[in-house]
């Protein structure tokens, strides 16, 4: 199965750029040895909560405050998604981490933006996140920067943060002016909080949900989401990290699935969480017997739900039927 899982051609929305630095050029960047990179950036299987799992990005942040290194960054990350026959991806990271040494939001972007044109394999996106815990003046910058570069390698707006810490409703502002500007957004919601951080997420707009395994717990919230249509980033290995649920054979995926709930497959940080997408999906391929004909509609799922062009949409899903046909 490893090797038809390889050649799948795939689809990811969810995947942050600073949790995926690669351990081989963060030591080159930092001077620390790659074992030592691993010990600062991947996170345990086990985290004590979502807190934990978010230390391991120190590192990172820090190696990502000049134009050369968001660009080798990036560059690098999309010569790996590559390798794993990933066509389409949505990359997101959050520029206010990254002016620490005086770049503009401009800069940065551009930066990131510059690495990933250098291979013309894979299509990708940037999502610019909002931060839980910052002002709602640095979140409407980076929303402004959203607005700024739309269409012109951004794709939309994330809010990324601890939930149980700062709630939704204390940002609802924010997506009221990216439905105004018609700015796509995604929201992660229902991973360390409950699930009706979840329902305030679509009552906002948000078509798409950063994790959301604790709608599980509720059929109000089930419900809402196949009546609109919501598609669950799901990150399996990330949410037993960060303790969104128990183990990996507790994971409500199969739930999901059984109860026609829209969702694709996502690293959430390939070394945060030391994972591969080809080895994401073998563990649910060994866990809960999902075969290729289910990997290839989560894909075309994923590509109908991302923020991609209706025309890039459309060359994705001829990529997929291709496949299928063989």
Do not use: W
């Not at 940002?171 to 990216?178: G, P, V």
């Not at 080809?278 to 109908?304: G, P, Q, R, S």
């Amino acid at each position: 199965m490893l090797d038809e899982i390889k050649k799948l051609p795939k689809v990811e929305l969810h995947l942050h750029l600073d949790g995926s630095v690669s351990k081989e050029l963060a030591s080159k960047l930092s001077g620390l040895s790659e074992d030592e990179v691993l010990s600062k950036m991947a996170a345990p299987s086990k985290c004590e909560n979502l807190s934990e799992y978010l230390t391991r990005f120190d590192l990172p942040i820090s190696l990502m405050q000049t134009k050369e290194n968001l660009y080798l960054i990036a560059k690098d990350l999309v010569d790996r998604l590559e390798k794993e026959s990933i066509i389409y991806a949505e990359i997101r990271f959050a520029p206010m981490f990254h002016t620490k040494e005086g770049l503009s939001y401009s800069e940065i972007i551009e930066s990131v933006l510059e690495g990933l044109k250098t291979n013309s394999n894979v299509n990708t996106n940037l999502i610019l996140c909002m931060m839980r815990g910052m002002s709602i003046e640095d979140n409407l910058k980076t929303l402004d920067c959203a607005y700024e570069y739309l269409n012109k390698g951004v794709c939309g707006v994330d809010l990324a943060g601890s939930e149980d810490k700062y709630p939704l409703e204390l940002y609802t502002e924010l997506f009221k002016a990216a439905k105004k500007r018609n700015i796509p957004f995604t929201i992660h919601a229902g991973e360390n909080g409950p699930a009706s951080e979840i329902k305030k997420a679509i009552e906002l707009g948000a078509k798409r949900i950063g994790h959301g395994t604790s709608a599980i717990g509720s059929e109000e919230v089930l419900d809402l989401i196949r009546k609109n249509e919501i598609l669950l980033e799901i990150c399996p290995t990330s949410n037993v990290q960060t303790n969104a649920v128990s183990t990996y054979d507790k994971h409500p995926i199969y739930e999901f699935y059984k109860k026609r709930i829209l969702f694709n497959i996502n690293t959430d940080n390939t070394t945060v969480s030391n994972i591969t997408l080809n080895d994401e999906y073998l563990k649910l391929y060994n866990t809960f017997n999902f075969e290729t004909h289910d990997y290839i509609k989560m894909n075309e799922d994923a590509v109908k739900h991302s923020f991609a062009s209706d025309n890039l949409k459309e060359k994705l899903l001829d990529v997929l039927k291709e496949y299928n046909n063989l």
